[in-house]
Structure formats: structure tokens, C-alpha cells
């Protein structure tokens, strides 16, 4: 499935939350499904930020990935597990949008990944970004990176949807 298509299931599937649903929190340490939401296009965001400063740099970069890195790609995405972030990088995302607000943020990341899709294989693919625990990644890694990330939480929407529905 195309990353465009995946993100527009995403969007969708917002028409089918009340509100309650959306900022529903089953237990202490599980998020929303609108956290959830939250956290894909702040992440997304991110990684298209530094898709762009790719575009921009004068100066390459000869480091790769790491080891990790290089699995994550060569397998087309994350391992099968639950990530946790330590916590100082894992506050918990905003609870508070509605589903106007997460559709017109879905609408902004998938326009800016339009813009890009056509233009990210152009960019000087030893113009890199590091990625604190990848590597160096460069723009077409940093948006290919952007579907992954979308893929590996469709576990959790399931697993979230399964408390609201």
C-alpha cells in the first residue's frame, strides 16, 4: 500500500470517532487514539523537517546508518514490537484536538508529502540528516521513513480501536 493511500485510510478513519472515543484513555500508559494521531504527524512532521534540510545542505555526508538503521531499511520497516522511548524523549502527546483538528493536520501531511514525492528522489543522496538512533539518513530515507512509522502503528490503532468500538 502506497504511503498516500495509508495516510488517507488514517484520515478516514477519523470520521468514525465521537470525541469521547477519540480521547478515550483505557489505563494509565496507553495513549488516546487521538494521541496516537497526535503523535504520527508531530513525528511525520519532524522527518519531513529534515527531509528538507537535506535539500538544503551544501555539504556531504560520508557516515551511514547504523546497525539498526540498516535492518529497519532493508526489512521495509520496524521489528514486530512495542518501542518505548526513555522518557525524557516520551511525554505523552496533546489529547486535546478534535477530529476537525487531527483531519485538517492529516490534510497539511499528506499535501506535504505530495509536494515532496515527485522531488525527493532529486535530492543529493549524500546530503544527510543523523537520526538518533538510525544514523544518517538522507531525504528519500527521512520521508520513506514517514510511512514506515504510519505502518508500524497500525497495530496500536487496532489494539486502541478494540477499547472504543
Known amino acids: 500500500m502506497s504511503d498516500n493511500k495509508l495516510l488517507n485510510i488514517f484520515k478516514s478513519d477519523l470520521y ?3 470525541l469521547d472515543q477519540l480521547r478515550y484513555i483505557s489505563e494509565e500508559g496507553v495513549w488516546s487514539i487521538g494521541q496516537m494521531y497526535d503523535h504520527l504527524m508531530v513525528v511525520a512532521n519532524e522527518y519531513l ?7 538544503t545542505l551544501n555539504e556531504e555526508q560520508p557516515l551511514g546508518k547504523t546497525q539498526f538503521g540498516e535492518q529497519l531499511y532493508r526489512n521495509g520497516g520496524f521489528p514486530l514490537i512495542k518501542i518505548r522511548l526513555p522518557d525524557e524523549l516520551n511525554s505523552p502527546p496533546n489529547n486535546s484536538d478534535s477530529n476537525e483538528d487531527l483531519i485538517i493536520r492529516m490534510d497539511q501531511l499528506i499535501q506535504r508529502m ?12 549524500n546530503n544527510k540528516v543523523e ?3 538510525f544514523g544518517w ?3 528519500k530515507e527521512w520521508y520513506d521513513l514517514v510511512g ?4 508500524h502503528h497500525l497495530r496500536q490503532k487496532d489494539e486502541l480501536e478494540s477499547y472504543i468500538l
Open 137 to 139: 539518513l538522507n531525504a
Open 114 to 125: 505530495s509536494h515532496w514525492e515527485s522531488k525527493v528522489d532529486y535530492i543529493n543522496p
Open 49 to 55: 523537517d529534515n527531509m528538507e534540510t537535506c535539500a
Open 131 to 133: 537520526h538518533g538512533g
Open 148 to 151: 514506515m512509522h504510519f505502518r
Open 16 to 18: 468514525n470517532y465521537s
